[in-house]
């Protein structure tokens, strides 16, 4: 009869704390769709995983990192209860940019898909494309003057590719898009080189590229990021999504060096980890998540 009552009395307490722990989780769920507008550079070590979410809730995830790193990112940025992105965006199809969408695949309900036209011969690009049809998500490819308006007053606009860029090099046919929430606006480059950089320039006015936020091409390289380009985006704040320690030996110093003469104020993911901005239309704030 005693051992009777101890476990009725371990499983009530043990339902309490699932009570209390679904409570609070319910309570964040509830504060996070309060927010404004939120775009975080998760961090996902050597590669590029973008986050983006409206005021109404709209969610984009822009890359996902190399094999393993997205899910936990994620998790930094995304209620618990939320199993569906509304939009994933390929920039080019490199393992360091898609690997990780196998695992958002698998455990998210995605709306639809974005790519530039790039291919790539690896198992990895085959698989996702692969998975993609099966399980029957829209595939669409993006062009200059597409406009995704994901409510609450956020759009992104296509500002590249501006044509057919199926035999291009991937950095060079990456997608580069611009967010723009109020007066505040992200720059979005993947691994776009300086060749992308030339045509954007030529295509649109400084007025239309100028941007708050640079998320800076190719993890700092020294092939992206042309003291033209930056001059013109004229950046406020510049975001380098590069992992700790890599072989590449990015950022690059030039880089850095462009970005300081243009007094942009720099965050690595190697250095801060997660990096997540918030937005009310007018002023933004930024938290790190390690």
């Known amino acids: 009869m005693l051992n009777t009552s101890r476990r009725n009395y371990k499983l009530l307490v043990f339902t309490l704390i699932l009570l209390v722990i679904n409570i609070y989780l319910f309570h964040l769920d509830l504060q996070s769709s309060r927010k404004g507008f939120t775009f975080a550079m998760l ?3 050597q590669g590029d995983a973008l986050f983006i979410e409206s005021p109404t809730g709209v969610q984009v995830l822009f890359d996902a990192g190399p094999a393993g790193k997205i899910l936990s990112s994620l998790s930094k940025v995304m209620s618990p209860f939320d199993k569906t992105i509304d939009a994933i965006v390929i920039t080019n199809p490199d393992a360091d940019h898609i690997s990780g969408f196998s695992d958002i695949i698998k455990n998210y309900k995605v709306g639809m898909v974005l790519e530039p036209g790039t291919v790539n011969d690896s198992k990895i690009y085959k698989n996702l494309k692969d998975n993609i049809d099966r399980k029957q998500i829209p595939d669409i490819l993006a062009k200059q003057g597409m406009k995704l308006d994901l409510g609450g007053g956020v759009t992104i606009d296509i500002l590249f590719p501006d044509r ?6 991937s950095n060079d046919g990456s997608i580069v898009a611009k967010v723009s929430y109020g007066d505040i606006s992200v720059m979005l480059t993947g691994d776009a080189t300086m060749k992308t950089e030339k045509i954007i320039l030529e295509d649109f006015s400084k007025e239309s590229l ?7 091409g190719h993890h700092g390289s020294r092939t992206s990021s042309s003291d033209s380009f930056v001059r013109v ?31 942009a104020q720099v965050f690595r993911a190697d250095i801060l980890g997660t990096i997540v901005m918030q937005s009310d239309g007018q002023n933004v704030s930024f938290s790190y998540k390690k």
């Open 43 to 45: 961090d996902v070590g």
């Open 164 to 169: 057919d860029v199926s035999s291009w090099g």
């Open 233 to 263: 985006v004229a950046p406020s704040f510049a975001l380098i999504s590069d992992g700790e320690e890599n072989k590449y030996g990015h950022p690059h110093q030039e880089v850095l060096d462009t970005l300081s003469a243009f007094k």
């Open 210 to 216: 100028k941007s708050t936020v640079l998320k800076v």
